[in-house]
């Protein structure tokens, strides 16, 4: 059985900075990649930055040059660092973790940037 823990959400002011963290326990045995979603309210779950397992990232184009993404291998641990936080940040925050072509998530961290 695998599990993902997400923390560090939290309500900041526009401008400010988070870091939210995901480990993952259980039967890990091969990560391909590991990476972050968002859900906003009312709307759809949206893809946000991936970083593979040879240190390969990607980002939502909207958080590029905000947002970065990097892994502890050792401790089957992804982070995201946010700077610049803005209003339209603000969703529950999903860690996922790919293992040999299935797709684990975590229970979401909430993360709110209002003034």
């Known amino acids: 059985q695998v599990r993902l823990v997400e923390s560090g959400g939290g309500l900041v002011q526009p401008g400010e900075s988070l870091t939210l963290s995901c480990t993952a326990s259980g039967s890990i045995f091969r990560i391909y990649s590991m990476g972050w979603y968002r859900q906003a309210p009312g709307k759809e779950r949206e893809f946000v930055a991936r970083?593979?397992?040879?240190?390969?990232?990607t980002y939502k184009d909207s958080v590029k040059g905000r947002f970065t993404i990097s892994r502890d291998n050792a401790k089957n641990t992804v982070y995201l660092q946010m700077k610049s936080l803005e209003p339209d940040d603000t969703a529950v925050y999903y860690c996922?973790?790919?293992?040999?072509?299935?797709?684990?998530w975590g229970q979401g961290t909430q993360v709110s940037a209002s003034s």
């Open positions: 996922q973790m790919n293992m040999v072509g299935t797709d684990y």
């Open positions: 970083i593979s397992s040879d240190g390969i990232t």
